[in-house]
């Protein structure tokens, strides 16, 4: 029996894909560089901002310019956070019936504390969470299984009744390592060349309603 529902945030909850890269097209205009297509983009968007400027720029955390680029990045996606950020189709519903269900929902992400919380008040979703676990809530981010139970210990549920959804690799090996059943979410930022049969999932949805049949 399911007691407890996580969501991944990028790719998973809500469709970021859009304002990240808006970031990133801003800080490639800054430096004469031409503005890169979403659906280029989109695949990356869960990977973060190194994973971004890593596609924009071509360029690695350790390379002496990432600081400048990534100081740029962020401070436009701050000052954008949900420009056009909205939940994924469905998902909207699927929260109300989690709720009319009682079953408690939250957010495990691997967004930083200072993205992820105004970004879920935008939303309109942050008080309704029964948690908001960041990237750095824990000693460790995914795919350690820390955040997760973190997140299981806040909904006062055993991992092993909760259920996680998320579009990377590293939410499956998370929920994995914490005894979650580990979801993916097909609709999200998935490269066309991932093979999901080795994620080590428990099942995956192409909707977010479908993860109903798994509760």
């Known amino acids: 029996m399911t007691e407890a529902v996580f969501f991944d945030l990028d790719g998973t909850f809500a469709d970021t894909a859009p304002d990240l890269g808006a970031a990133l097209n801003h800080v490639r205009r800054l430096h004469e560089l031409p503005p890169l297509p979403l659906e280029i983009i989109r695949p990356q968007a869960s990977h973060g901002s190194a994973g971004l400027l890593r596609l924009g720029f071509g360029i690695e955390p350790d390379a002496p310019d990432f600081p400048t ?9 701050t000052a954008h956070i949900c420009d056009h950020t909205v939940l994924f189709a469905g998902m909207a519903e699927l929260v109300d019936e989690l709720e009319r269900r009682e079953l408690p929902w939250g957010i495990v ?61 590293r939410d499956m090996q998370a929920a994995q390592a914490a005894g979650m059943r580990g979801i993916i979410a097909c609709y999200g930022y998935i490269d066309a060349q991932a093979d999901l049969d080795g994620w080590g999932a428990q099942g995956s949805v192409d909707t977010p309603a479908e993860l109903l049949a798994y509760i």
């Open 69 to 77: 680029l990534r100081e740029e990045f962020l401070a436009h996606y």
């Open 109 to 169: 992400t691997n967004k930083p504390h200072r993205f992820t919380v105004p970004l879920m008040q935008a939303l309109g979703y942050a008080q309704r969470a029964i948690c908001l676990i960041s990237g750095d809530t824990c000693a460790h981010a995914k795919p350690h299984p820390a955040p997760l139970l973190k997140a299981a210990e806040q909904a006062g549920v055993s991992p092993q009744r909760c259920l996680y959804l998320g579009d990377d690799l």
